[in-house]
């Protein structure tokens, strides 16, 4: 099995489509359909399922997937460790992150990042901290800017970046508003929320902390961005849990402390591989964050 088949399958099972992946590769079809049928057979198993429209996945190449994207990443991992040894730092970081992460200004970070190192390419990537982390695990990510949750896998290490209480977020006519208490979670049953996908690090947490204190909520407003998420809030549709930096976010909407939830901890952290797995590029990057480049949350908006 040779790394060039490697690297042409996993191009085909990106793009789902063999001229797209030829293009990408800049290599023939006719190359790269050859390069496929030769791991078909040294496998002896179908990796795609044809079609005149694009090409999907069969059982086998899933599996495969998963192995092929971590040894490609072992393989790129190689080549940059040797280069850091002879004193240079190249090849690529690729990060992931969820919007608006207490205790890193991500912008500002990967803008030191490449004042230092310019020949690394950087390539960044936007999720939920569920699809991060196991991004992460696969090799497909060198790390991510996350938050911890009880599923985060046990291959991977974390670093700490910051950890905040809950707000409630709503519009200063609700009636919550006008008690200006300290809420709990009792206080909130019956309420329409606005939250995000469930695959989102605050979503994970607001949701094991009402279950913990027994009170069903119902999200009937289901979100992917932070911006929509205040909109809704903002025209009265439901209140929103959300960790305690957002309200800076929209000073017009009330916020108020949540108490009595099992004291949840929003808890943001960077996910990283196994030590001896960790890219050069994240280690120059983790360092850096550590020695104290910029540090705050999404609009500088620090957690206390």
């Given at each position: 099995?040779?790394?060039?088949?490697?690297?042409?399958?996993?191009?085909?099972?990106?793009?789902?489509?063999?001229?797209?992946?030829?293009?990408?590769?800049?290599?023939?079809?006719?190359?790269?359909?050859?390069?496929?049928?030769?791991?078909?057979?040294?496998?002896?198993?179908?990796?795609?399922?044809?079609?005149?429209?694009?090409?999907?996945?069969?059982?086998?190449?899933?599996?495969?997937?998963?192995?092929?994207?971590?040894?490609?990443?072992?393989?790129?991992?190689?080549?940059?460790?040797?280069?850091?040894?002879?004193?240079?730092?190249?090849?690529?970081?690729?990060?992931?992150?969820?919007?608006?992460?207490?205790?890193?200004?991500?912008?500002r970070l990967l803008a030191g990042f490449?004042?230092?190192?310019?020949d690394v390419e950087i390539r960044l990537?936007?999720?939920?901290?569920?699809?991060?982390?196991?991004?992460?695990?696969?090799?497909?990510?060198?790390?991510?800017?996350?938050?911890?949750?009880?599923?985060?896998?046990?291959?991977?290490?974390?670093?700490?970046?910051?950890?905040?209480?809950?707000?409630?977020?709503?519009?200063?006519?609700?009636?919550?508003?006008?008690?200006?208490?300290?809420?709990?979670?009792?206080?909130?049953?019956?309420?329409?929320?606005?939250?995000?996908?469930?695959?989102w690090g605050p979503r994970r947490t607001?949701?094991?902390?009402?279950?913990?204190?027994?009170?069903?909520?119902?999200?009937?407003?289901?979100?992917?961005?932070?911006?929509?998420?205040?909109?809704?809030?903002?025209?009265?549709?439901?209140?929103?849990?959300?960790?305690?930096?957002?309200?800076?976010?929209?000073?017009?909407?009330?916020?108020?402390?949540?108490?009595?939830?099992?004291?949840?901890?929003?808890?943001?952290?960077?996910?990283?591989?196994?030590?001896?797995?960790?890219?050069?590029?994240?280690?120059?990057?983790?360092?850096?964050?550590?020695?104290?480049?910029?540090?705050?949350?999404?609009?500088?908006?620090?957690?206390?």
């Open positions: 099995m040779e790394l060039r088949h490697l690297q042409h399958f996993v191009a085909v099972a990106e793009d789902q489509h063999f001229t797209r992946a030829a293009e990408r590769l800049m290599v023939s079809q006719s190359g790269l359909s050859a390069s496929i049928r030769a791991l078909e057979r040294e496998l002896r198993a179908p990796l795609f399922v044809r079609t005149t429209r694009r090409v999907t996945l069969t059982e086998a190449g899933r599996a495969l997937l998963v192995e092929a994207e971590r040894i490609l990443a072992q393989v790129r991992s190689a080549h940059e460790a040797v280069a850091a040894v002879q004193g240079v730092l190249r090849g690529t970081l690729a990060l992931g992150t969820e919007q608006c992460i207490a205790g890193v200004h991500v912008a490449r004042r230092r190192h310019p990537r936007q999720a939920g901290s569920g699809a991060l982390a196991e991004e992460v695990a696969a090799g497909r990510l060198d790390l991510a800017f996350a938050y911890r949750t009880q599923a985060d896998s046990d291959q991977l290490r974390s670093v700490s970046l910051a950890s905040e209480p809950p707000t409630v977020l709503c519009h200063p006519s609700h009636r919550l508003a006008a008690s200006g208490a300290v809420l709990t979670p009792d206080d909130l049953a019956g309420e329409v929320f606005v939250d995000f996908h469930p695959d607001t949701d094991a902390a009402f279950a913990a204190a027994g009170v069903r909520r119902t999200v009937a407003l289901e979100v992917n961005d932070v911006h929509s998420l205040l909109d809704l809030v903002d025209e009265n549709l439901g209140i929103a849990v959300v960790p305690r930096h957002f309200r800076h976010k929209r000073p017009s909407l009330t916020a108020l402390p949540l108490k009595d939830a099992g004291e949840p901890e929003y808890e943001t952290v960077a996910l990283l591989p196994p030590d001896g797995a960790t890219s050069p590029a994240a280690r120059a990057l983790v360092a850096l964050l550590e020695t104290g480049d910029p540090e705050a949350p999404c609009e500088g908006s620090r957690a206390r």
